[in-house]
Structure formats: C-alpha cells, structure tokens
C-alpha cells in the first residue's frame, strides 16, 4: 500500500499521511496519527475537498504525467504540501557537504600547525575530501599556502551548504560540479602517477561515489514545491554545523591521539 507524508504548518499539527490502494481505491488521509476522510475510489478522488477543525481546506488530487496518474497531490489553502522524504534528502546532501567543508578546514589546519608527522593522514583526508591539485602529493606542511588553500576550500564548500540550505540550485550544481571534476581529476592523476598513492585509490574512489550521490540526493529535495509557514520546509542550519563540528573534532582526536580516542569510544559503550 502507497503512503506518503506531508508537512503541515506549525499551527496545523506535526503531519498528514495519505495511502491508498491499488487502483487509487480507499485513499485514506490521516493528521497526527488520526483518520480524517477516506476517498473510496478514483472517480470519486480528483479534487476532492477536506475542512480541518482549524477551518483551513485540504485539496486532494491526482498527480498526471500525460493521461495516466502517477501520485497524489495535496494542497492546503491552494499551499502545495511538501512531502518529508524531499527533505530528508536535502539533509543527506546538506549532512555530506559539511562532511567534506569539515576534513578541508581541519587538514589545513594541521598543515598550517606545521603537524609534519601528520602528513599522511592530512594527504589521505585530501585525497577523499579535499580538493585535489596541489594539496595531496604536494604535502600540507611543505607550503603554508597549500594549507590555507585548504582551509579556503573548507570554507568554501561550508558556504555552498548554506547557500543549499537556503535552496539555491546554482549551489547545489556547483557543489556536485565542483566534486565531480575534482574527483575524474583525482582519480586520472592517482592512476598514472602510481606510487603508493595508487594503493589506496580504490577506496577513495569509493567514498567519493557515496559522497557524490549524497550530494545528488539534494536534486530530488529540491524538486518539491514550497508552502510558506510550513514545519521544517529546510532541514535546521545547525544541523550543517553540528555536522561540521562533530566530524571534525572526532577526526582530529582520533589524528592527533589515536589511542585515547579509541579509549573513549570504548568507554562509550
């Protein structure tokens, strides 16, 4: 049985549910958990009207691509809802850009620390993360612009998931842009360098496809249209920051003092 979730305005309740059966047949509407219509069958489906205890209208109607109806559609007060799943995707892709703007910033950090021994792992972060060009083989500690290029990357990439957030396609475009380029390059210049770079290129190839469709996940959560005042239309910014801050802060414990991380991981338990 089809179901799909909606969000409401705040005043309204946390959420609608619709389901129906196959042939669009009993579509059944519910608010917060409670019944309030059912629609028997498909004639009887199109344009159909619901009053909520608040007085607001509820528009019911079948979605078409060409003569033949693919979904359902809800409308509260003429307000297309939005259904939950597009923003649990936006999230996803919100969630992966802090990912990457948190390793950048953090390796550049190590790089303009002068961390010489740390080198490797900031070049392993880079190669998954990072922009590429001269930041992974170049090494973090041996220019300090290399690492306060890395951090500007970080930076950059934070400002893009805001600008996501703020649902802004030309952000989210140029994020998967930006990471698709990086990684063919990335990927190009691993393969016919060799070296011990090579080694470890099938993992990062894999990270860096999760990271992609993470990203590319937004596309869909953009694809929703908007209702004014309606209940976490955006995934909350702080959520991007607390990404950024937890990841970031677990990575460099584990970096700088691996052992007392995994001790307090453990304890954790």
């Known amino acids: 049985m089809p ?6 305005p705040l005043e309204l309740g946390h959420r609608l549910e619709v389901s129906w059966r196959r042939g669009w047949r009993r579509c059944s509407l519910y608010l917060d958990g409670q019944r309030i219509g059912t629609i028997p069958n498909l004639k009887a489906l199109p344009q159909q009207l619901f009053t909520l205890s608040s007085g607001a209208t509820l ?9 033949v109806p693919y979904d359902v559609g809800l409308s509260l007060n003429d307000q297309p809802l939005v259904q939950v799943r597009s923003v ?35 070049t392993v972060l880079l190669l998954g993360f990072g922009l590429f060009s001269p930041l992974a083989f170049g090494g ?3 220019a300090g612009s290399s690492a306060a290029l890395a951090v ?3 930076g950059l990439y934070l400002f893009l ?13 140029l994020v ?43 596309l869909e959560g953009f694809g929703q249209p908007v209702a004014e005042n309606t209940a976490a239309i955006h995934p909350p910014v702080p959520r991007l920051f607390f990404v950024f801050k937890r990841f970031t802060i677990n990575t460099l414990s584990a970096v700088v003092d691996p052992i007392g991380w995994i001790f307090s991981k453990r304890s954790q338990k």
Do not use: H
């Open 140 to 142: 973090l500690t041996v």
């Open 176 to 218: 998967l842009g930006i990471f698709f380029l990086d990684s063919v390059y990335l990927g190009f210049a691993v393969l016919t360098g060799g070296g011990e770079a090579a080694v470890i290129v099938s993992p990062i190839v894999f990270l860096r496809l999760i990271l992609l469709v993470a990203i590319a996940f937004g």
């Open 161 to 173: 998931g805001i600008r996501v957030w703020q649902r802004s396609w030309a952000a989210l475009l």
């Open 152 to 154: 500007g990357v970080g």
């Open 59 to 67: 528009r019911v109607s079948l979605l078409y691509s060409g003569a």
């Open 88 to 122: 649990q995707l936006l999230t996803v892709a919100l969630s992966a850009i802090g990912l990457i703007a948190g390793v950048n910033c953090m390796a550049g950090v190590f790089g303009l620390l002068n961390l010489s021994l740390r080198i490797w792992p900031n």
């Open 3 to 8: 179901k799909r979730t909606y969000l409401l």
